[in-house]
């Protein structure tokens, strides 16, 4: 069975950093794209960023770009958010997905305030 | 930044038939924008129920089925139970970027 499971959410001022993790159990992680989803509360799902399989490709939300970095340790099966400059609007549950069949974690939470 | 738009929300009866349908404000929705469906129930992860237009997961029930309808992604709740209600959404891909649509509240009734 495949399991997704994020962690590194908390509390941050704005203006700080938080890097999140991704580990996916189970399947190759090397065959697949990963995504990252973020749901502010009581708001719809917004596409954050994606990577492809080998890491060279990646795709970001105009909002993050500059702020946000995606990256994959396909060795450790791991997928990361490095999150920079954040803002109140940014606060989220963010969620990891793999692609191909979209196999989802239960989500970490970022809450951005002073 | 394209715009994927859902009904806001839809009320089906137990047993009843539904479709829910995805647009694109750039055009047809086609299989290259490799369609998926989502189901979040308040308080939990989004599971996905259909993906590249029509595939199912093991988890899918067999009530759903996704499918290009009249330039949109649809999905076709077949049978609808009580569980079913929930908030659905659909997901385009643009040459490597992603958009969610705003969601579909279901109402089972």
């Known amino acids: 069975e495949v399991q997704v499971v994020e962690s590194g959410g908390g509390l941050v001022q704005p203006g700080g950093s938080l890097r999140l993790s991704c580990a996916v159990s189970g399947s190759t992680f090397i065959n697949y794209w990963m995504t990252w989803v973020r749901q502010a509360p009581g708001k719809g799902l917004e596409w954050v960023a994606n990577?492809?399989?080998?890491?060279?490709?990646?795709y970001y939300v105009d909002s993050v770009k500059g702020r946000f970095t995606i990256s994959r340790d396909n060795a450790k099966n791991s997928l990361y958010l490095q999150m920079n400059s954040l803002r109140a609007e940014d606060m989220a549950v963010y969620y990891c997905?793999?692609?191909?069949?979209?196999?989802w974690g239960k989500g970490t939470t970022v809450t951005v305030s002073s | 930044q394209a715009v994927v738009t859902q009904e806001p929300s839809l009320t089906v009866s137990p047993g009843g038939t539904v479709t829910l349908t995805c647009g694109s404000s750039?055009?047809?929705?086609?299989?290259?924008?490799?369609p998926y469906w989502f189901q979040q129930k308040p308080g939990q992860a989004p599971r996905t129920l259909i993906w590249?237009?029509?595939n199912k997961n093991s988890w899918t029930p067999a009530r759903f089925s996704g499918s290009l309808l009249g330039g949109k992604a649809a999905l076709t709740l077949s049978g609808a139970q009580p569980e079913d209600e929930a908030d659905y959404y659909c997901f385009l891909s643009y040459s490597g970027t992603w958009v969610f649509g705003g969601g579909t509240k279901l109402t089972v009734l």
């Open positions: 750039t055009g047809a929705v086609t299989s290259g924008h490799w």
């Open positions: 590249d237009t029509t």
């Open positions: 990577i492809n399989r080998d890491g060279g490709e990646k």
């Open positions: 997905m793999r692609g191909s069949g979209g196999v």
